[in-house]
């Protein structure tokens, strides 16, 4: 009795053994029992034979017809011993035929493999072994599964002899059922394998983690039934198929084949289906495979069942990266490491791709981030994560990333363009800006993008020619940047955006026809370019045509009848040629379209996220984050500069101690630049009514503005010109001095505060903030005739009088709205 027991476990443990792929430890406990047992001594044979085949089939795979010669010289020993077995009375005899055919399969002997597997009953074998919940050989159904696929894969070969269409469909029908039944049983048993107990501590490391493998028989068993139902032309069939296997109960052995069944899923449903075409999940589908046991599957009442196309995509996408992110950190083998960033990117571009569409970015940004932990020296993993910051409006953080893209591949000149965009733009590092610009230039590429390079350049000496207090650094930097701009030019003469900033530098620059030849130029390039047409526009009313300027601009808002700052200058238009009343019939319009868009932007912000807005096109160009706040922050100063940048972060300074210090103000909710166009609108609807002489209506609009940003350089200025218009010279004295103290480059604070000083007497320090006035801008001619007055009031009339042609010469090539509010783009 006693022997009987040693005996029996002496046999789980070699079952054990074979079950974790631990063929030589299988192999020396079968030894050890071989004197006691005709049946141990048996199985010695065979398992010597299953570890030769097993560990050549690990070296070589089985299904590359190159191998078959290899197999028949390497495992003629095994092929001997096994055919000995098969043919005697061996308790052994069933696992030594199932081995032999595997065995032939490898050597190339389809026919023979076949006629092997038809002396076993593989059906009966797979049903005897998964009886009840306890099965009784792992490995034994482990071996059926694969020579399930070994008679599949068999009979694919011999396809070619048939002759007819419906021979050849009886036969794919007879793999795929092959082929399926061979996936569920490999299911089935790596299910099993996570029922069995580990290694007890203190028992010695466990085997099954570092010898267990997946084979790829099996793997392409499981690959091949939806692949072969697509081939058929049967698309229903192939995706639930996917969804079937993806079902079933996860197993830690499986992980790579889940992550790669995800991944193909994806792949087929965005290439094969559409929103309307869609069919969700059906969870009561009976399998059309009933002959063989079926793997486990989860309850489909604790499953969730995506509705749309999109969602199951992402749902797939997120479970094929949250396995491959794992296995990327796990593995240390340099060449699967490399397989794995393969598949990792694959799954990156798609997620990509579908949370993009859903305007999606910060969970797109959450992915990247974990996938740094893993992605050293892989450009493409590192460029996408910078896109979505970019995209995440997180720009600070973006442009570390595009510095290591740039580190990564040097000559890139994308990356150099797009870290200058994200500085001009974004950041207000002009300077900055400009170096990466260079380093564009300094790249070896096509003229095309060296053309874009210079472009680039050209922008970057305009801005820090702006940032220059010294009137000979601005004449100089403006210089480099025309030479930047016509360097362009030459390199590609087809491109509208360089006509556009030669014609915008050149109307800076007061050469009003020059600027008119360029720009359109580059409408001849792109009719449809809007900052070129509202460039025509503010040219023509700088040549004091402004009935032409109100037809253009007209045409205009026909293709861009959303668009606030075309809307601005038409109101600056209508108030000369068609009077006050239709300009003030343009502003309330603008509040209207402003109040419908932000409904928009507070949708995005996330305030709620059950609106249906949010299912909108994310690139709606209704978007207030579609506009720039370039255009109006110029509109309220004579020109924009780093200082302002500095002045907007002191506002916000003043406004976190006001919400500190008084509760009854607290900032708006939602996106902030919705609020500052807001303000601009208020502000210059503000300007008109003191243009009607209509105070009150203009004190109004002032204090809407205050209610959202009251410490803004902009406040202050709006207070100082009402009470300028009352006669309150001291009250608009005081406002003056402190919208100038919040930005000391605010140049209508500064020329207004010049007329308030005069009035006051003070000409000596009126001068003084003109002559600052006019350093900061050259061009604004109201300043110049004030200077000139307080001049003559001082008796300098040569002085007064140059200040005087100054101011009739810039007056007479003045536009409706400064050339600034149009922005420098790059794209």
């Given at each position: 009795?006693?022997?009987?027991?040693?005996?029996?476990?002496?046999?789980?443990?070699?079952?054990?053994?074979?079950?974790?792929?631990?063929?030589?430890?299988?192999?020396?406990?079968?030894?050890?029992?071989?004197?006691?047992?005709?049946?141990?001594?048996?199985?010695?044979?065979?398992?010597?034979?299953?570890?030769?085949?097993?560990?050549?089939?690990?070296?070589?795979?089985?299904?590359?017809?190159?191998?078959?010669?290899?197999?028949?010289?390497?495992?003629?020993?095994?092929?001997?011993?096994?055919?000995?077995?098969?043919?005697?009375?061996?308790?052994?005899?069933?696992?030594?035929?199932?081995?032999?055919?595997?065995?032939?399969?490898?050597?190339?002997?389809?026919?023979?493999?076949?006629?092997?597997?038809?002396?076993?009953?593989?059906?009966?074998?797979?049903?005897?072994?998964?009886?009840?919940?306890?099965?009784?050989?792992?490995?034994?159904?482990?071996?059926?599964?694969?020579?399930?696929?070994?008679?599949?894969?068999?009979?694919?070969?011999?396809?070619?002899?048939?002759?007819?269409?419906?021979?050849?469909?009886?036969?794919?029908?007879?793999?795929?059922?092959?082929?399926?039944?061979?996936?569920?049983?490999?299911?089935?048993?790596?299910?099993?394998?996570?029922?069995?107990?580990?290694?007890?501590?203190?028992?010695?490391?466990?085997?099954?983690?570092?010898?267990?493998?997946?084979?790829?028989?099996?793997?392409?068993?499981?690959?091949?039934?939806?692949?072969?139902?697509?081939?058929?032309?049967?698309?229903?069939?192939?995706?639930?198929?996917?969804?079937?296997?993806?079902?079933?109960?996860?197993?830690?052995?499986?992980?790579?084949?889940?992550?790669?069944?995800?991944?193909?899923?994806?792949?087929?449903?965005?290439?094969?289906?559409?929103?309307?075409?869609?069919?969700?999940?059906?969870?009561?589908?009976?399998?059309?495979?009933?002959?063989?046991?079926?793997?486990?599957?989860?309850?489909?009442?604790?499953?969730?069942?995506?509705?749309?196309?999109?969602?199951?995509?992402?749902?797939?996408?997120?479970?094929?990266?949250?396995?491959?992110?794992?296995?990327?950190?796990?593995?240390?083998?340099?060449?699967?490491?490399?397989?794995?960033?393969?598949?990792?990117?694959?799954?990156?571009?798609?997620?990509?791709?579908?949370?993009?569409?859903?305007?999606?970015?910060?969970?797109?940004?959450?992915?990247?981030?974990?996938?740094?932990?893993?992605?050293?020296?892989?450009?493409?993993?590192?460029?996408?994560?910078?896109?979505?910051?970019?995209?995440?409006?997180?720009?600070?953080?973006?442009?570390?990333?595009?510095?290591?893209?740039?580190?990564?591949?040097?000559?890139?000149?994308?990356?150099?363009?797009?870290?200058?965009?994200?500085?001009?733009?974004?950041?207000?590092?002009?300077?900055?800006?400009?170096?990466?610009?260079?380093?564009?230039?300094?790249?070896?590429?096509?003229?095309?993008?060296?053309?874009?390079?210079?472009?680039?350049?050209?922008?970057?000496?305009?801005?820090?020619?702006?940032?220059?207090r010294l009137n000979a650094d601005r004449q100089s930097l403006n210089q480099k940047a025309l030479e930047a701009f016509?360097?362009?030019?030459?390199?590609?003469?087809?491109?509208?955006?360089?006509?556009?900033?030669?014609?915008?530098?050149?109307?800076?620059?007061?050469?009003?026809?020059?600027?008119?030849?360029?720009?359109?130029?580059?409408?001849?390039?792109?009719?449809?370019?809007?900052?070129?047409?509202?460039?025509?526009?503010?040219?023509?009313?700088?040549?004091?045509?402004?009935?032409?300027?109100?037809?253009?601009?007209?045409?205009?808002?026909?293709?861009?009848?959303?668009?606030?700052?075309?809307?601005?200058?038409?109101?600056?238009?209508?108030?000369?040629?068609?009077?006050?009343?239709?300009?003030?019939?343009?502003?309330?319009?603008?509040?209207?379209?402003?109040?419908?868009?932000?409904?928009?932007?507070?949708?995005?912000?996330?305030?709620?996220?059950?609106?249906?807005?949010?299912?909108?096109?994310?690139?709606?160009?209704?978007?207030?984050?579609?506009?720039?706040?370039?255009?109006?922050?110029?509109?309220?100063?004579?020109?924009?500069?780093?200082?302002?940048?500095?002045?907007?972060?002191?506002?916000?300074?003043?406004?976190?101690?006001?919400?500190?210090?008084?509760?009854?103000?607290?900032?708006?909710?939602?996106?902030?630049?919705?609020?500052?166009?807001?303000?601009?609108?208020?502000?210059?609807?503000?300007?008109?009514?003191?243009?009607?002489?209509?105070?009150?209506?203009?004190?109004?609009?002032?204090?809407?503005?205050?209610?959202?940003?009251?410490?803004?350089?902009?406040?202050?200025?709006?207070?100082?010109?009402?009470?300028?218009?009352?006669?309150?010279?001291?009250?608009?004295?005081?406002?003056?001095?402190?919208?100038?103290?919040?930005?000391?480059?605010?140049?209508?604070?500064?020329?207004?505060?010049?007329?308030?000083?005069?009035?006051?007497?003070?000409?000596?320090?009126?001068?003084?903030?003109?002559?600052?006035?006019?350093?900061?801008?050259?061009?604004?001619?109201?300043?110049?005739?004030?200077?000139?007055?307080?001049?003559?009031?001082?008796?300098?009339?040569?002085?007064?009088?140059?200040?005087?042609?100054?101011?009739?010469?810039?007056?007479?090539?003045?536009?409706?709205?400064?050339?600034?509010?149009?922005?420098?783009?790059?794209?």
């Amino acid at each position: 009795m006693a022997s009987k027991t040693k005996t029996y476990r002496l046999e789980s443990e070699i079952d054990k053994c074979r079950v974790e792929c631990n063929w030589k430890k299988a192999v020396e406990l079968a030894k050890q029992g071989a004197l006691k047992s005709t049946d141990i001594a048996s199985i010695v044979n065979l398992l010597q034979s299953e570890m030769a085949l097993e560990e050549f089939i690990e070296a070589h795979d089985p299904t590359n017809e190159a191998n078959a010669l290899t197999a028949r010289q390497a495992l003629s020993e095994a092929d001997d011993t096994l055919v000995k077995l098969s043919e005697g009375n061996s308790l052994f005899k069933e696992q030594a035929l199932l081995l032999l055919a595997k065995l032939k399969f490898c050597e190339g002997f389809y026919q023979v493999c076949l006629d092997t597997l038809e002396k076993v009953d593989l059906t009966t074998i797979a049903l005897r072994e998964s009886e009840g919940n306890a099965y009784k050989n792992t490995r034994l159904l482990y071996m059926v599964a694969e020579c399930f696929a070994i008679k599949g894969k068999c009979l694919d070969k011999m396809k070619s002899s048939l002759k007819t269409k419906y021979k050849i469909s009886e036969r794919e029908d007879e793999i795929i059922t092959c082929y399926e039944i061979a996936g569920d049983l490999a299911f089935l048993c790596l299910q099993q394998r996570d029922k069995r107990p580990t290694t007890p501590q203190g028992m010695g490391p466990s085997t099954e983690s570092n010898n267990f493998i997946v084979t790829s028989l099996i793997e392409m068993a499981i690959k091949q039934v939806p692949v072969m139902h697509w081939k058929k032309g049967d698309k229903i069939k192939c995706i639930n198929r996917y969804r079937e296997m993806l079902r079933a109960v996860e197993s830690r052995f499986a992980h790579d084949i889940r992550k790669t069944l995800a991944l193909e899923l994806a792949q087929l449903l965005l290439r094969s289906s559409s929103s309307s075409s869609y069919k969700s999940i059906d969870l009561n589908a009976k399998s059309l495979n009933n002959k063989a046991p079926k793997p486990m599957v989860y309850c489909p009442d604790k499953l969730f069942v995506p509705k749309t196309l999109d969602e199951e995509v992402l749902l797939l996408l997120l479970i094929a990266e949250a396995v491959a992110t794992r296995e990327a950190v796990l593995e240390r083998n340099e060449e699967t490491h490399e397989l794995t960033l393969t598949n990792i990117t694959a799954i990156y571009d798609l997620l990509a791709l579908i949370l993009v569409k859903r305007a999606q970015f910060g969970r797109l940004t959450e992915s990247f981030e974990k996938a740094m932990r893993f992605s050293f020296q892989e450009f493409h993993i590192w460029y996408q994560f910078a896109n979505s910051l970019i995209s995440s409006s997180k720009y600070s953080q973006a442009l570390p990333v595009l510095s290591e893209c740039y580190r990564l591949t040097p000559q890139n000149v994308t990356v150099c363009l797009q870290a200058a965009q994200l500085c001009y733009e974004h950041l207000q590092l002009n300077q900055q800006g400009v170096e990466w610009s260079q380093r564009a230039v300094q790249c070896n590429v096509p003229k095309h993008f060296l053309a874009r390079a210079y472009m680039a350049l050209g922008i970057g000496l305009c801005l820090v020619a702006k940032d220059s207090r010294l009137n000979a650094d601005r004449q100089s930097l403006n210089q480099k940047a025309l030479e930047a701009f016509k360097t362009a030019q030459d390199l590609n003469p087809s491109d509208y955006l360089t006509a556009f900033h030669l014609a915008l530098q050149y109307a800076n620059l007061r050469k009003i026809n020059v600027a008119i030849e360029f720009t359109k130029k580059s409408l001849e390039n792109r009719s449809d370019f809007i900052h070129s047409l509202h460039l025509l526009t503010l040219l023509l009313s700088a040549r004091k045509q402004h009935e032409e300027a109100m037809t253009l601009i007209q045409a205009a808002l026909e293709e861009y009848p959303d668009n606030l700052s075309l809307l601005m200058t038409k109101a600056k238009l209508e108030k000369i040629v068609l009077g006050p009343d239709e300009a003030l019939s343009t502003y309330q319009k603008m509040l209207k379209l402003w109040k419908d868009m932000h409904e928009l932007d507070i949708a995005d912000d996330g305030s709620d996220s059950k609106s249906k807005v949010r299912e909108r096109n994310p690139w709606d160009k209704r978007s207030l984050a579609q506009i720039t706040l370039n255009e109006f922050s110029e509109r309220g100063s004579g020109s924009i500069r780093a200082e302002s940048y500095a002045a907007s972060r002191m506002e916000k300074a003043l406004s976190d101690l006001a919400s500190s210090m008084n509760s009854s103000f607290q900032p708006r909710a939602g996106p902030q630049r919705s609020w500052v166009i807001q303000a601009q609108i208020w502000l210059n609807l503000a300007e008109l009514y003191l243009s009607l002489n209509q105070v009150q209506e203009a004190q109004s609009c002032v204090q809407e503005t205050f209610q959202l940003f009251p410490h803004s350089v902009y406040v202050f200025f709006m207070r100082g010109l009402v009470y300028e218009h009352k006669g309150c010279l001291n009250e608009a004295k005081m406002c003056y001095e402190n919208a100038i103290s919040v930005n000391p480059t605010h140049t209508k604070s500064l020329y207004h505060l010049g007329i308030v000083l005069h009035k006051l007497g003070d000409n000596r320090l009126a001068e003084k903030v003109l002559r600052d006035a006019v350093n900061l801008d050259p061009c604004f001619h109201k300043a110049w005739f004030v200077l000139g007055i307080v001049l003559e009031a001082t008796d300098h009339p040569e002085d007064a009088s140059h200040c005087h042609m100054m101011g009739t010469s810039l007056e007479a090539t003045c536009p409706v709205a400064p050339f600034n509010v149009i922005q420098r783009v790059m794209t």
